[in-house]
């Protein structure tokens, strides 16, 4: 017996065998089956090594490779990220300008830290980042980096600084966009499309962390989707690159170089970094940006209504195949708003808006406030297991104050109206005056009368016919507008003869006749 070597340290035994005659043949010698079994191991470690060898290598230059991507990313983008320095004038200095915070978690306490933005350590010198969008001067940064700042500098990687000539931001979405005059083009990034993020995408951060300016982290994509309380107009991209005091403005950039999000707020108990970092998406940044360099401002559209998460069970909706529906119930409709102008209602189920399906109420505010203005949309919502498509014009939105405002004036006359209730004792009927947007849903289709809020069983109205829900327009031949209409026209009726009430219900107009009481 021989072992033949191969190329690469392959190992081969090659047996040499005598035929014998007989049915079993001999049984083969020690010594023969020792120097097979030495052959076998030469095999095996010798092409063990081998493989072992390769997939280092393999996993070496693979770790290279992805090096030479994040390289890339980074001398794609460095060029255009700059440094912000913001102070108060002279008036203001000494005075301590306050920084927005982010909401505290239901378990630490105030002096615990939490989710925040960057705070400067002097109050009248604030530093961050920012990133330049169009050769033109046009920087994209947070707004909490240069609010209260009268003074703005924006410095190049290559040293030049500039004033900051025009400023313009959201409050909503906390972004700023600045402009600075410059008689060249200047390098400009690339901003990504951030809904073709996927969790574990890996990221670089750049900013000017501890005022270490054109500094690059990586890490990957945690989450998507997340909400903060203090800006909850945002999506949040969560992601565990270092993020630290100096880099709120700058951009997280996918390995094509592209901007895909922009830097903004850390969770830390700390004060730095913890591995959970937030970048606003860049998709919502060239929508905000777009209306700030066009209008001034960021016009959203508006719906009018309060909104609540609502998951509806398998065939809610009839013909519909899926196991379970996502939508959103409407609380309250704010009167003369575009929902109400459009017909919602109150326990109205909001499935889809512009064909697009909604799952949430997060998902619904963002379609419907970056919607045109200009056109009409359709909006398919579920009423009492019925599925319905209204068209719904929508107008730019009411400040976020002037809006809770007529929410509490309404609700205050809501409940004003749910204490101006009349309980007829003889007819065992409690009533209350009929109003579309705060009466329970009748659906019928009247402007004035009184509802049925009950009626006793055995009683003269329940006898009658009278139910919930009803609207009682006319007694005998006078027209009820209200419960003094209503009382009135009582008053007046003989109370033994048979008086003729005129309801409309979903069922459509009936009169039903009293009888005499018991």
């Given at each position: 017996?021989?072992?033949?070597?191969?190329?690469?340290?392959?190992?081969?035994?090659?047996?040499?065998?005598?035929?014998?005659?007989?049915?079993?043949?001999?049984?083969?010698?020690?010594?023969?089956?020792?120097?097979?079994?030495?052959?076998?191991?030469?095999?095996?470690?010798?092409?063990?090594?081998?493989?072992?060898?390769?997939?280092?290598?393999?996993?070496?230059?693979?770790?290279?490779?992805?090096?030479?991507?994040?390289?890339?990313?980074?001398?794609?983008?460095?060029?255009?990220?700059v440094t912000i320095r913001t102070a108060a004038s002279k008036e203001e200095r000494g005075?301590?300008?306050?920084?927005?915070?982010?909401?505290?978690?239901?378990?630490?306490?105030?002096?615990?830290?939490?989710?925040?933005?960057?705070?400067?350590?002097?109050?009248?010198?604030?530093?961050?980042?920012?990133?330049?969008?169009?050769?033109?001067?046009?920087?994209?940064?947070?707004?909490?980096?240069?609010?209260?700042?009268?003074?703005?500098?924006?410095?190049?990687?290559?040293?030049?600084?500039?004033?900051?000539?025009?400023?313009?931001?959201?409050?909503?979405?906390?972004?700023?966009?600045?402009?600075?005059?410059?008689?060249?083009?200047?390098?400009?990034?690339?901003?990504?499309?951030?809904?073709?993020?996927?969790?574990?995408?890996?990221?670089?951060?750049?900013?000017?962390?501890?005022?270490?300016?054109?500094?690059?982290?990586?890490?990957?994509?945690?989450?998507?989707?997340?909400?903060?309380?203090?800006?909850?107009?945002?999506?949040?991209?969560?992601?565990?690159?270092?993020?630290?005091?100096?880099?709120?403005?700058?951009?997280?950039?996918?390995?094509?170089?592209?901007?895909?999000?922009?830097?903004?707020?850390?969770?830390?108990?700390?004060?730095?970094?913890?591995?959970?970092?937030?970048?606003?998406?860049?998709?919502?940044?060239?929508?905000?940006?777009?209306?700030?360099?066009?209008?001034?401002?960021?016009?959203?559209?508006?719906?009018?209504?309060t909104l609540e998460d609502v998951v509806l069970p398998q065939k809610a909706v009839s013909?519909?195949?899926?196991?379970?529906?996502?939508?959103?119930?409407?609380?309250?409709?704010?009167?003369?708003?575009?929902?109400?102008?459009?017909?919602?209602?109150?326990?109205?189920?909001?499935?889809?808006f512009d064909g697009r399906e909604v799952n949430d109420v997060a998902t619904l505010q963002?379609?419907?406030?970056?919607?045109?203005?200009?056109?009409?949309?359709?909006?398919?919502?579920?009423?009492?297991?019925?599925?319905?498509?209204?068209?719904?014009?929508?107008?730019?939105?009411?400040?976020?104050?002037?809006?809770?405002?007529?929410?509490?004036?309404?609700?205050?006359?809501?409940?004003?109206?749910?204490?101006?209730?009349?309980?007829?004792?003889?007819?065992?009927?409690?009533?209350?005056?009929?109003?579309?947007?705060?009466?329970?849903?009748?659906?019928?289709?009247?402007?004035?009368?009184?509802?049925?809020?009950?009626?006793?069983?055995?009683?003269?109205?329940?006898?009658?016919?009278?139910?919930?829900?009803?609207?009682?327009?006319?007694?005998?031949?006078?027209?009820?507008?209200?419960?003094?209409?209503?009382?009135?026209?009582?008053?007046?009726?003989?109370?033994?003869?048979?008086?003729?009430?005129?309801?409309?219900?979903?069922?459509?107009?009936?009169?039903?006749?009293?009888?005499?009481?018991?």
């Open positions: 017996m021989s072992c033949l070597f191969l190329r690469k340290g392959w190992v081969m035994p090659v047996v040499k065998r005598r035929v014998r005659s007989g049915l079993w043949g001999k049984r083969p010698s020690a010594v023969g089956l020792g120097v097979g079994l030495l052959c076998v191991m030469i095999v095996v470690m010798t092409h063990g090594g081998f493989v072992w060898a390769e997939t280092e290598q393999e996993a070496i230059q693979q770790a290279k490779n992805l090096s030479v991507a994040f390289r890339s990313a980074a001398q794609k983008v460095l060029p255009t990220v005075t301590t300008r306050q920084r927005p915070a982010l909401p505290w978690e239901d378990d630490q306490k105030p002096s615990e830290p939490g989710f925040q933005f960057d705070i400067p350590r002097n109050p009248d010198l604030g530093m961050g980042a920012g990133v330049i969008v169009d050769p033109t001067g046009v920087i994209i940064t947070n707004r909490h980096v240069v609010e209260g700042g009268d003074v703005v500098t924006v410095r190049l990687i290559d040293g030049r600084e500039f004033p900051v000539i025009d400023k313009k931001s959201d409050e909503l979405s906390d972004l700023a966009v600045l402009r600075i005059e410059t008689t060249e083009p200047l390098p400009a990034a690339q901003l990504g499309d951030s809904d073709k993020l996927d969790i574990g995408d890996w990221v670089i951060a750049v900013g000017n962390p501890f005022e270490l300016e054109g500094t690059v982290s990586a890490g990957i994509i945690s989450a998507k989707g997340r909400t903060l309380r203090s800006i909850g107009r945002v999506r949040f991209i969560q992601t565990d690159a270092a993020i630290n005091p100096g880099n709120s403005g700058g951009p997280l950039v996918n390995l094509d170089g592209e901007v895909v999000g922009i830097n903004t707020a850390i969770f830390s108990r700390s004060g730095g970094y913890q591995g959970v970092g937030f970048a606003i998406p860049a998709n919502l940044v060239k929508w905000v940006s777009s209306e700030l360099l066009a209008h001034g401002r960021v016009r959203r559209a508006y719906l009018g209504v013909g519909d195949s899926r196991q379970s529906l996502g939508g959103v119930v409407v609380r309250q409709v704010i009167r003369d708003t575009p929902a109400d102008k459009a017909g919602l209602k109150r326990n109205d189920v909001v499935l889809s963002e379609m419907v406030e970056r919607a045109s203005l200009d056109v009409p949309h359709k909006i398919q919502i579920l009423r009492e297991g019925r599925s319905l498509e209204l068209e719904i014009q929508l107008q730019e939105s009411l400040s976020e104050r002037e809006l809770a405002e007529r929410l509490k004036q309404q609700t205050d006359s809501e409940d004003q109206t749910k204490r101006q209730r009349v309980y007829n004792k003889d007819l065992g009927l409690m009533l209350m005056d009929f109003d579309a947007a705060l009466a329970p849903d009748t659906g019928v289709r009247v402007t004035q009368g009184v509802v049925v809020i009950h009626a006793d069983p055995g009683k003269l109205a329940d006898r009658a016919g009278l139910r919930t829900g009803m609207v009682i327009v006319r007694v005998n031949d006078q027209v009820i507008n209200n419960l003094d209409d209503f009382q009135a026209a009582m008053k007046a009726a003989p109370q033994k003869a048979g008086i003729k009430i005129e309801v409309v219900s979903r069922l459509g107009r009936q009169i039903l006749t009293l009888g005499e009481k018991e």
